[in-house]
């Protein structure tokens, strides 16, 4: 036993001087090689990058030079007079197709006509009959599509362009372009130009100009030039032959990824030097060290290090999350432990930042938990590239994240620091096709001297803190002060009694007048709920709304609103009746089986019923949406896309979903006499309205001024203090009953009183 302990106490004698020894010459020679490599790798791959930005300038700019050489003799007046109106065989050939061939060394000039046959092709020098090329039109195709706008699915297939249109007529047709694609098998610079009259290009005709295509391909000769000028070594084209091991392999794809030219050269390697210079040095350096830890403590230091492993392991699944890497609940409540001692022990101020994301669970929800984790993944990274190094960033569980910070943890610092954080979550993810957009609601509490309470405590302020961002409109940070515990409660017994308001149907409607451009005609009602509480009397939209938003009463609202509002309705029959849809309750898989029950049991003709969404309902729920949208269409009703100019005002959502109605939020209407911005805002919205069949109301019309304007603009309807408060079915009804009175509801219910 004695010889047992004095050989353990030796063991650990030697290791406590050979220990530290080795440390430190393995963590120096490491770090040297770390860094050399690193810089070199680093050498290599911005010497790289900056050769292959320099190429495709090159390309870009050698399909600029064809279109514009095409350009030269191609976009003038005699040439649409010469091949547009009357096409001049000989003035082509002699005045392009030689021009071109002679002058700039064009391997093909084209014609294809409407129907994009060729009327004219160009070999050599010599104008052949253009049916012998009819067989390689297919090869033509990708340039005849791409200035036709025949794709539909917006993607270019066997072309790459290399060339920006100058002038475009939509999304989707381009007058000009030079694209590069496969030629009789081999890479070509295909230009084409269409022969079209400039008062015509965005015309109804552009489709009938017939097209001049130029070819030239891509041989060695031009790739030789670009290589001398950008100093590549051996550039060349690659067919079906393997590059070589040191050639870095430059692939030209279209938009479904497939390669259309792959060329390849040998990059300069500047970081190669730098390992030369040094793996001398460091051979002898890892001989050196490996020779001292074989000799001293080879076996112990495996088996210590295994086990350091191992204990490693342990407690990093035990503290970090899975799915993302962060620390979990665990370690930051340890740590959050540790910050609130230091504190009271005079260290400096702390703050905890709970982050919850706004949407993520109708992420999951309609993409799926993969997609669902991916944005946890993209929201750690983001988070983590944000923020300071000494910063904590933890996710607590599901889309809750906690960040802990030291130092200066003034009001001020703390809501810059949340509004960094909510604009980097905010930004758009792309994610297995999917562009999806989230937020983010803060809560903030700080830890300071004053503060005497424990962990429990501080994350149960910063809760309540983020109960207040939500309730104010998401978004946003919050930093907890005494007031929000008074307030929390308070929110939650409304909540409580507003469950209640629902159940017993202790709310009522009051309907607010939609008339037409005139304002002399009722077309419309809008059904607004409002509730008067049996102590606290009237209680404003704005504030039990979120409320119910935020605790899910939102659904049972909803559908009490849909119901009351056709029940009510019955007795204007043909006065269209719109109703607002919150995104919670449209995005229920059975809202439109609730809708058509409500509208059987009540008999409202669905044709007078029009729905109102936001932009936000179809955020992240395109697909669902449209087909929920199109079930809705076939019943009979009306959609409207209410608040349209506030949001994102996507073009896409308008081309895409059955939209009947645009309604203008009531933030433009109110600046029209004051701001040339909005009031330019309205014109674009009607304007756009119009153009794709849609009715355009303005919401929140005060004066006769603005009415006047928006009656100009080519408004269709109207609503607003203007044409009466939101009102009883009583008073709208009575309002009804004076059919030419511009009295607003107010003046009615006096007249009525009297």
Request: aromatic share 6%.
């Amino acid at each position: 036993m004695a010889e047992k302990s004095a050989q353990i106490s030796w063991d650990r004698a030697r290791l406590s001087v050979v220990v530290p020894i080795s440390v430190i010459v393995a963590v120096a020679i490491v770090c040297i090689v770390f860094a050399v490599m690193t810089s070199a790798k680093r050498a290599d791959e911005v010497a790289l990058e900056h050769e292959k930005r320099l190429f495709s300038r090159a390309i870009t700019n050698y399909g600029n030079r064809i279109l514009r050489e095409l350009e030269s003799v191609a976009s003038n007046e005699e040439a649409v007079r010469r091949i547009r109106d009357h096409f001049d065989h000989d003035w082509m050939h002699n005045r392009v197709g030689l021009w071109l061939r002679n002058s700039f060394d064009h391997d093909f000039v084209f014609v294809a006509d409407s129907s994009d046959k060729l009327v004219y092709a160009l070999l050599g020098r010599n104008s052949v009959e253009p049916k012998w090329f009819n067989s390689i039109l297919p090869e033509l195709a990708p340039t005849l599509d791409y200035i036709r706008g025949t794709p539909t699915d917006g993607q270019l297939n066997g072309a790459v362009r290399i060339s920006e249109p100058r002038e475009a007529a939509d999304d989707q047709q381009a007058n000009r372009a030079t694209l590069i694609q496969r030629f009789l098998g081999r890479p070509a610079a295909v230009a084409a130009v269409r022969i079209a009259p400039t008062e015509q290009i965005a015309g109804a005709e552009r489709n009938s100009a017939p097209i001049v295509m130029s070819v030239k391909f891509i041989d060695d000769d031009m790739l030789s030039d670009i290589a001398g000028r950008l100093q590549l070594e051996n550039l060349h084209l690659l067919d079906k032959e393997e590059p070589a091991a040191d050639e870095y392999v430059f692939d030209l794809k279209d938009d479904s990824g497939t390669p259309v030219m792959r060329l390849a050269w040998t990059p300069k390697k500047p970081g190669a030097e730098i390992v030369t210079s040094v793996i001398p040095f460091i051979a002898v350096a890892f001989a050196g060290f490996g020779l001292l830890a074989a000799l001293i403590h080879g076996y112990m230091r495996r088996t210590a290090a295994t086990i350091a492993q191992g204990e490693q392991r342990l407690r990093y699944l035990a503290l970090h999350d899975p799915l993302c890497g962060l620390p979990n609940r665990n370690y930051f409540g340890e740590r959050l432990e540790q910050v609130i001692g230091n504190v009271h022990q005079g260290g400096p101020a702390a703050a905890v930042l709970y982050v919850d994301l706004d949407h993520f669970k109708d992420v999951n929800d309609t993409l799926g938990h993969p997609v669902g984790d991916e944005l946890i993944r993209n929201v750690t990274g983001r988070l983590s590239g944000i923020l300071r190094p000494e910063d904590l960033v933890s996710r607590l569980g599901g889309d809750e994240f906690a960040v802990l910070v030291t130092g200066a943890v003034d009001p001020a610092t703390l809501q810059r620091m949340a509004d960094r954080i909510i604009a980097a979550i905010c930004a758009p993810y792309s994610i297995n096709g999917h562009n999806i957009l989230i937020g983010a609601s803060i809560g903030i509490a700080t830890i300071n001297q004053r503060f005497h309470g424990g962990t429990a405590d501080v994350m149960r302020y910063a809760d309540m803190a983020l109960y207040r961002a939500k309730n104010e409109g998401r978004n946003r940070a919050c930093i907890y002060d005494a007031a929000m515990d008074a307030d929390l409660s308070e929110r939650k017994q409304l909540e409580h009694d507003l469950r209640e308001a629902i159940a017993n149907d202790q709310l009522r409607l009051v309907y607010q007048p939609i008339v037409n451009g005139s304002g002399d005609t009722i077309l419309g009602v809008e059904a607004l709920s409002r509730w008067t509480h049996p102590t606290r009397g009237d209680i404003e939209p704005s504030q039990f709304i979120p409320i119910a938003e935020h605790s899910g009463l939102i659904i049972k609202l909803g559908e009490w609103v849909l119901r009351r509002a056709c029940t009510e309705g019955k007795q204007w029959p043909g006065l269209s009746m719109s109703v607002n849809v919150s995104a919670l309750q449209f995005r229920r898989p059975d809202f439109v089986d609730t809708v058509e029950r409500i509208l059987r049991e009540t008999g409202f003709d669905a044709s007078c019923l029009e729905l109102e969404i936001t932009e936000s309902t179809l955020i992240g729920n395109v697909d669902n949406a449209e087909t929920a949208m199109h079930r809705l269409k076939s019943i009979g009703l009306r959609l409207a896309l209410d608040d349209f100019g506030t949001g994102y005002s996507s073009l896409a959502y308008l081309r895409r979903f059955p939209f009947d109605k645009l309604k203008i939020d009531k933030s433009f209407v109110r600046s029209i006499e004051r701001s040339a911005d909005a009031a330019a805002i309205v014109h674009a919205i009607v304007g756009l309205g119009r153009g794709l069949g849609m009715r355009v109301t303005a919401e929140g019309v005060e004066t006769a001024e603005q009415q006047l304007f928006l009656r100009a603009a080519g408004v269709h309807s109207m609503q607003g203090y203007r044409f009466g408060r939101p009102g009883s079915p009583n008073l709208i009804s009575a309002r009804l009953a004076m059919p030419g009175s511009h009295r607003s509801i107010a003046k009615d219910a006096a007249a009525l009183a009297g």
